[in-house]
Each structure stands twice: as structure tokens, then as C-alpha cells.
Nanobody, 118 residues
Framework: QVHLVESGGGLVQAGGSLRLSCAAS????????MGWYRQAPGEEREMVAG???????????SVQDRFKGRFTISRDNAKNTVFLQMNSLKPEDTAVYYC????????WGQGTQVTVSS
């Protein structure tokens, strides 16, 4: 089992920044992928970004095109923690942001609310 705890969400004005954190604990595999997804009210959950830990692609990351230039994903392998730096936030970024851990089995965090006011 892997347990994920997200933090860093909140209320921010348009143009502002937030940094989300997700700490994983439990049976952490040497090679895994951690990522961020978001779900706005009435919308499907969508992927934001992902990053690899371990193996020859250690720290390889992928940010969905629509978020490139504003969002950056990073991780601290020693702490099994992944971060999502979100800049130039827009009201349409308002959503619940979920952390996901995958090593062949998927685990999800409880989500953290991000609200961007206009």
C-alpha cells in the first residue's frame, strides 16, 4: 500500500502562484511515476503532469501541452515527494488537484482544492 498526502492548495487571485506538494509513504517502488491530475466541477479528471523516479529515465517529466510555460513538475526522490509549481494562474485552473502514484498499481491522494479568483 502507498499513502499519498497532498498540500498547498488554497485561494489565489488570477496571475498568482501556488506550489502543491504530495508526499508518498508506504511500499514505495524503486521505479515509479508520480503525477498530478485535476478535476473541475462537472468535468472529467484530466492529467496535468507526471514525473518518473528511478531507472534510466529518472526525473523524466511530462507536462501536458496546455499547461507548459505555466506549470512545472519536480520531485525529491529522497523524500518521495512531488511538487507542482503553478504560475500565472487563471480562474479556469480552479479545480481539485489530485496526486497519483503508479508502479503498476495506481494510488490516489484525497485531493487539494485550488481556487483562482478573477
Amino acid at each position: 500500500q502507498v499513502h499519498l498526502v497532498e498540500s498547498g492548495g488554497g485561494l489565489v487571485q488570477a496571475g498568482g502562484s501556488l506550489r502543491l506538494s504530495c508526499a508518498a509513504s508506504g511500499m514505495i517502488s524503486s521505479i515509479n511515476v508520480m503525477g498530478w491530475y485535476r478535476q473541475a466541477p462537472g468535468e472529467e479528471r484530466e492529467m496535468v503532469a507526471g514525473i518518473v523516479s528511478g531507472g534510466i529515465t529518472d526525473h523524466a517529466d511530462s507536462v501536458q501541452d496546455r499547461f507548459k510555460g505555466r506549470f512545472t513538475i519536480s520531485r525529491d526522490n529522497a523524500k518521495n515527494t512531488v511538487f507542482l509549481q503553478m504560475n500565472s494562474l487563471k480562474p479556469e485552473d480552479t479545480a481539485v488537484y489530485y496526486c497519483k502514484y503508479s508502479d503498476g498499481t495506481d494510488y490516489w491522494g484525497q485531493g487539494t482544492q485550488v481556487t483562482v479568483s478573477s
